[in-house]
């Protein structure tokens, strides 16, 4: 399939555009009284947190540090296996600080749980998670999510961050591709 505008590859939208700039603005908000007056660490989970980062650190309006880390979770095709590398580590030092863990997506959870365990070992004062979107009925791991975006059926889903091969991460909204794209677009 020639695709001419990500727009043409949408089966179905699931999360507007809109309304994810509203939730986003109004999670920073309450993280901005949450966390006044301490010294907050952003942690953006490369690639799929890179649009949810940009704009959510832009709402909030308290002083922060901004880090990403890149990660990769081994596991048969789409389920992730919980066996976490790092590809890409940050070089602050976390010791003693607040970090918000900000992702796209929670699915099993396993990335989630593991990076969790990783930051307190290394001695972050807390360690909490703001996840754009979670697939409840995939839960596999728990995982204490205080900042919750949206609860989305189980779809495979691209846009704003998350990506189909590597492409899609442009989408300004969160959506289902249409089934022939899956056939048609080379990584
Ligand atoms: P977990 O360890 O929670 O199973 O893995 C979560 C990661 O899997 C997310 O950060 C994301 O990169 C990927 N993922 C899970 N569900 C989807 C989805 O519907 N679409 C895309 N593009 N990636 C997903
Ligand atoms: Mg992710
Ligand atoms: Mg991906």
Known sequence: MQIADVQEAID???V???AIHDKITEVAAQVSRDYAGKDLL???VLKGAVNTMA??????SIPVGLEFMSLSSYGSGTTSSGR????????TDVRGRHILIVEDI???GRTLAWLVDELRRRGAASVEIFALLEKPSRREVEVHVKYRGYEIPDEFVVGFGL???E???NLDSIAVLKPDVYQGVQA
């Open 106 to 108: 929670i699915d099993s």
């Open 42 to 44: 952003l942690l953006g």
């Open 12 to 14: 179905h939208e699931l």
């Open 84 to 91: 976490v590398t790092i590809r890409q580590d940050i070089s």
């Open 16 to 18: 507007s555009s809109k």
């Open 163 to 165: 990506d189909y091969n």
């Open 167 to 169: 492409r899609f991460r």
């Open 55 to 60: 704009e959510f650190s832009l709402a909030v």
